[in-house]
């Protein structure tokens, strides 16, 4: 999930070494097994390469269950999108389905996925090559890229068909569930904690009917129901060598959703000058220059695609994702830290008062905000 890490009561599926050879006879790969090897530092499912001497290889994942228990569903709405996907790219001149889209390798019973006798559930795609570029864009240019790839990603699913995709999780970005959760705790205060978070409250009872408000009128005034990835870290983005964004990963979470969703975690996540757990919240700034360069890239693949409703709400969306994604880390802070991932005491308020630190540099820069994205929205019909 957007700026998120499963925690103590979600912990990534645990076993003995897999067997790998046995586990790659089951999937529909080419050439022969030669060796496989953990990759990457995702924290929901269990990650490897594969390697059989034929191309660059492949992804293997045990799927994390515990987080997404149906599976087969979960794996029905990827089969459907990145199909979709697969198709658009194909009738465009240039492009490169191999390359700008995930590739689903069945399993050899013909299903999207495989269940071994342990009751884990196992998934394959095709390795993509590409460069490493870290958790946030390194310059305005990076940001340019993960903005069109992401705005190009929403483009390619605007005609997807029914029926709607499955929730993998319900209400994911859902505000007034956000503050429902944070309001029991609240009452409940279990550990004790709520005193030492009382700047942090002020935060969000400073804001939360504002917020309601205006997530209301947006309802109400045409903002549109569509397929959103709803988890628009810069690190799903893969690049190529030279610095050019190829393809959007980590589809877990696509189903419908609302632009808001998409623009605004990305912005939070990558407009931020410092770490999302930074011990210091005077660290923390808000860059106008990666937000100015992302949703420059965002809105150049979407020529009359958004509302004008969706369009007056871009930068308002940013405020929004980072309200929410604080009152999340505030929320888990006072149940006692039972669903994202710590380090150490205090670790999800530290990460609260860093969001809340960055919506108000955000509110200081809201009117210069709303004019870049009218501006790149102008600019581009």
């Avoid at 700026?3 to 790998?20: H, R, W």
């Avoid at 990145?82 to 995930?102: C, F, N, Q, Y």
Wanted: hydrophobic fraction near 40%; include cysteine; proline fraction near 6%.
């Amino acid at each position: 999930m957007g700026g998120n890490m499963p925690g103590n009561k979600y912990s990534t599926p645990v076993g003995a070494k897999p067997d790998f050879r046995g586990l790659a006879s089951r999937f529909e790969l080419e050439g022969e097994f030669a060796a496989a090897a953990p990759y990457g530092s995702g924290h929901i499912h269990e990650t490897f390469r594969v390697w059989t001497g034929a191309g660059p290889g492949y992804i293997l994942q045990r799927v994390n269950h515990h987080i997404f228990p149906d599976v087969p569903r979960l794996m029905e709405n990827i089969v459907r999108v990145t199909g979709h996907m697969r198709s658009k790219l194909a009738a465009i001149t240039g492009g490169d389905p191999g390359r700008e889209v995930l590739t689903v390798v069945p399993a050899r019973s013909g299903a999207s996925f495989h269940g071994d006798d342990e009751g884990q559930y196992w998934r394959c795609f095709r390795f993509i090559e590409h460069r490493e570029l870290g958790e946030r864009p390194g310059t305005p240019g990076q940001a340019y890229e993960a903005g069109r790839l992401f705005g190009r990603f929403l483009s390619l699913l605007a005609d997807f068909p029914e029926p709607p995709l499955h929730p993998t999780i319900p209400r994911f970005h859902d505000l007034d569930r956000r503050l429902a959760d944070l309001h029991a705790v609240l009452d409940a205060d279990p550990l004790q904690r709520r005193n030492a978070a009382a700047a942090e409250i002020a935060s969000v009872r400073e804001r939360e009917e504002d917020m309601k408000r205006t997530m209301a009128r947006a309802l109400a005034g045409g903002l549109s129901l569509r397929v959103t990835h709803n988890d628009t870290k810069f690190n799903n983005v893969l690049f190529d060598p030279r610095g050019r964004g190829v393809c959007v990963i980590d589809l877990d979470t696509v189903m419908p959703g609302y632009v808001l969703y998409d623009f605004g975690d990305a912005i939070r996540s990558a407009a931020n000058s410092a770490r999302e757990d930074e011990p210091d919240p005077r660290c923390v700034r808000f860059s106008m220059d990666i937000f100015r360069d992302f949703a420059a890239g965002y809105l150049s693949e979407l020529r009359g695609a958004l509302t004008a409703a969706e369009k007056r709400l871009l930068a308002f969306s940013a405020r929004l994702m980072t309200f929410i994604i604080g009152a999340r880390f505030l929320t888990d802070h006072l149940a006692g830290d039972v669903y994202f991932k710590t380090a150490r005491p205090g670790h999800n308020l530290q990460r609260a008062r860093v969001q809340f630190r960055l919506l108000e540099d955000m509110e200081r820069h809201a009117a210069r905000m709303e004019d870049t994205v009218m501006a790149a929205a102008d600019t581009r019909r």
